[in-house]
């Protein structure tokens, strides 16, 4: 199951990072959302301290992205 969770994560991740090379935004920001989300998950369930600050951190960078494109 973890597996399964970690491909769907590196997917949306991979489809986010062929979205920003083509400069489609902000698809690109909500694509890497849900692949974040499915990594924060998995570096709980592994509890590795430092996936979850960098992918939390990602996170947060994406969230104000999306934040920045609505008002902006």
Do not use: E, Q, R
């Not at 590196?10 to 986010?16: A, E």
């Not at 979205?19 to 489609?24: D, E, K, R, W």
């Not at 992918?55 to 992205?65: K, R, V």
Request: charged letters at 5%; glycine letters at 6%.
């Amino acid at each position: 199951m973890l597996n399964t969770i970690k491909w769907l994560g590196s997917i949306c991740i991979i489809c986010s990072m062929i979205l920003t090379a083509s400069n489609i935004y902000p698809y690109n920001l909500y694509t890497a959302i849900p692949g974040t989300l499915l990594w924060i998950y998995v570096s709980f369930m592994w509890n590795d301290k430092s996936l979850i600050a960098m992918n939390f951190t990602a996170l947060t960078i994406y969230m104000l992205g999306i934040i920045n494109s609505i008002h902006g």
